[in-house]
C-alpha cells in the first residue's frame, strides 16, 4: 500500500458534519492535507447547514442508493451511523448479519474500496445492545459489529469516551470504533481536560417572559435556582415541584409537605407488599396507607383538594399481565401524584459552575440558563459550543431544527483526538 502526506476521506451519515470538522482539526495539526471526496447525509435541514459550511461541495443523498463503484477512492471512512436492531446479530454469518441495517452501508463500502483505516461514532447502549448474559462484556450487536470490521482485515479497537474529558462542559458518552490495516489503534490515556458551563455561555440575551418562568421566579431567586430541575416525579434538594411553585393552584405547608412525603413513600415496596402485587416505582397509597406516615384531622379533605388542583389522581395500583401493567380494579382506590410524563417548559436550569446533562434533541427546549435577571433556553451558539464547535461554524436554522440536529451530533474534540490515534498510524507508515 502506497503511502503520502494526502489523504483522502468519505463522511457518510454526516450530520452537520462533526466528525469531518474533527477530523480535519487532527490532520491540520499533523501536518497532514485531508481532502473530503464525498459526503452522504438525507436530513434536509442538515443538508443545509453543510451547504452553509461547505458551499462549493456537493452532498449525496441515500447511500443504501449508491453504488461503490460511485464513490472515488479514499484513505479513511468516517461515519456516525445510525444504530438499528440486527434481525440475525450473533448467528455469525459475517457479511450476511449486517443486512436491513445501516452498519450494512458502512461494511459494504470497506469491503469494496478497502480503504486504509476508518472512525466509526454512536450511542453508550450500543455496548450492550441485544446482550445475552450479564457476565458478557459487550452484547451480540457490537460483537458483530467487530467481527464484521475484523473480517474485512482491519486492527479494530473501540472504547466509550466522555466528553467532559475533553474540555466540553456536557457529560456525554459515546463510544468510538476504529480501525486500520496494519496496527490496532490505542483508545487510552487522553490527556484530560475539564471546563465548565460559564466557559461558552453567551450573555446579555433576551429571557423569557412567559408565565411558567414569572411563576418560577415569584419563589425562587436566580441564586436558589442554579442546577435545580423542575419535575414532579423525583424528590431531592435539586428538584422543584409543580406545587412548590402552585403552579397548579395555591397550596398551603401542610398539603406540601403532605405532597412531599408522599412523593417519598410511594416508591417502597413494602406497599407491593401489602397488596399482593409485583413492586412498581411510584405505587398509588389508600388513604390508611397515608395515615401510618402522615396524621392531620383534615386529611381526607385535603387530599381531594390536591386532586380536585390536580397534584393529586385517583386510581388502583397496577399489576402485570404479560410485559404490560394495567390498573386492577379489584385492588384499593390509592391517591398518587401527578407525575406522568408532562413536561413542563423549563426542565433544568443550568449551574454555570457545573456541566449540562447528555443533550437531547427532544429535550434540549427545556434547558435554560441564566442570563442577567431572567432566565432563557440555551442558544443555538451556546449548543454548538456544547459540542466543541468553534464560533465560525455557520449554523443558519430555526431553533427547533437546531435542538433536532445538535442531539444528535458528535463532540468535535473527542473526534480530534480519536482521529489523531489512527492518523498517527498512517503517518508512522507513511515515513516507513
Not at 442508493?65 to 471512512?77: E, G, M, N, V
Request: charged letters at 30%.
Amino acid at each position: 500500500m502506497k503511502f503520502n502526506n494526502k489523504i483522502r476521506f468519505i463522511d457518510l451519515f454526516s450530520g452537520i458534519g462533526g466528525i469531518r470538522k474533527g477530523f480535519e482539526i487532527a490532520c491540520s495539526d499533523l501536518g497532514i492535507d485531508a481532502e473530503c471526496v464525498f459526503t452522504s447525509e438525507i436530513k434536509n435541514h442538515a443538508v443545509k447547514v453543510f451547504k452553509q459550511n461547505h458551499p462549493l461541495e456537493d452532498i449525496h443523498g441515500d447511500i443504501t442508493k449508491i453504488s461503490s463503484d460511485a464513490i472515488p477512492d479514499f484513505d479513511f471512512l468516517l461515519a456516525g451511523f445510525p444504530c438499528q436492531a440486527f434481525s440475525v446479530a450473533g448467528k455469525r454469518l459475517g457479511f450476511e448479519d449486517t443486512r436491513g441495517t445501516l452498519f450494512f452501508e458502512v461494511v459494504r463500502i470497506l469491503k469494496e474500496k478497502q480503504p486504509y483505516g476508518f472512525l466509526l461514532e454512536n450511542v453508550e447502549g450500543l455496548v450492550n445492545h441485544d446482550k445475552q448474559n450479564s457476565t458478557d462484556k459487550i452484547g451480540k450487536t457490537l460483537s458483530v459489529i467487530l467481527s464484521n470490521l475484523e473480517d474485512l482485515g482491519y486492527r479494530v479497537n473501540w472504547k466509550v469516551l466522555n466528553a467532559k474529558d475533553f474540555g466540553i462542559p456536557q457529560d456525554r458518552k459515546r463510544i468510538y470504533i476504529v480501525g486500520t490495516k496494519t496496527e490496532k489503534p490505542i483508545l487510552d490515556n487522553f490527556q484530560k481536560s475539564k471546563s465548565k458551563l460559564s466557559d461558552i455561555l453567551e450573555s446579555g440575551l433576551p429571557v423569557s417572559e412567559s408565565e411558567f418562568v414569572k411563576l418560577i421566579l415569584s419563589h425562587y431567586s436566580l441564586n436558589d435556582l442554579k442546577g435545580k430541575s423542575i419535575k414532579d416525579k423525583r424528590g431531592g434538594d435539586n428538584n422543584i415541584h409543580s406545587w412548590d411553585i402552585e403552579y397548579k393552584g395555591p397550596v398551603n405547608n401542610d398539603e406540601r409537605e403532605l405532597l412531599n412525603r408522599m412523593l417519598k413513600e410511594r416508591r417502597k415496596k413494602k406497599w407491593a407488599e401489602e397488596y399482593g402485587i409485583d413492586w412498581m416505582d411510584g405505587m398509588p397509597l389508600t388513604i390508611e396507607q397515608i395515615r401510618t406516615f402522615y396524621h392531620h384531622e383534615a386529611l381526607k379533605e385535603m387530599l381531594e383538594d390536591l386532586v380536585t388542583k390536580k397534584y393529586l389522581k385517583k386510581e388502583h395500583p397496577k399489576k402485570k399481565v404479560g410485559n404490560r401493567r394495567i390498573h386492577d380494579e379489584t385492588l384499593p382506590l390509592g391517591y398518587n401524584i401527578v407525575a406522568g410524563k408532562m413536561s413542563y417548559e423549563v426542565g433544568k436550569i443550568l449551574d454555570p459552575d457545573g456541566i449540562a446533562p447528555t443533550l437531547v434533541a427532544m429535550d434540549m427546549c427545556h434547558l435554560f440558563v441564566i442570563d442577567g435577571n431572567g432566565l432563557r433556553p440555551l442558544s443555538l451558539r451556546e449548543g454548538l459550543r456544547l459540542f466543541g464547535y468553534p464560533d465560525s461554524y455557520q449554523f443558519n436554522v430555526s431553533v427547533q431544527e437546531g435542538y433536532d440536529l445538535l442531539g444528535n451530533t458528535v463532540v468535535v474534540p473527542v473526534i480530534k483526538e480519536v482521529s489523531e490515534r489512527i492518523l498517527n498510524i498512517y503517518k508512522g507508515e507513511n515515513n516507513k
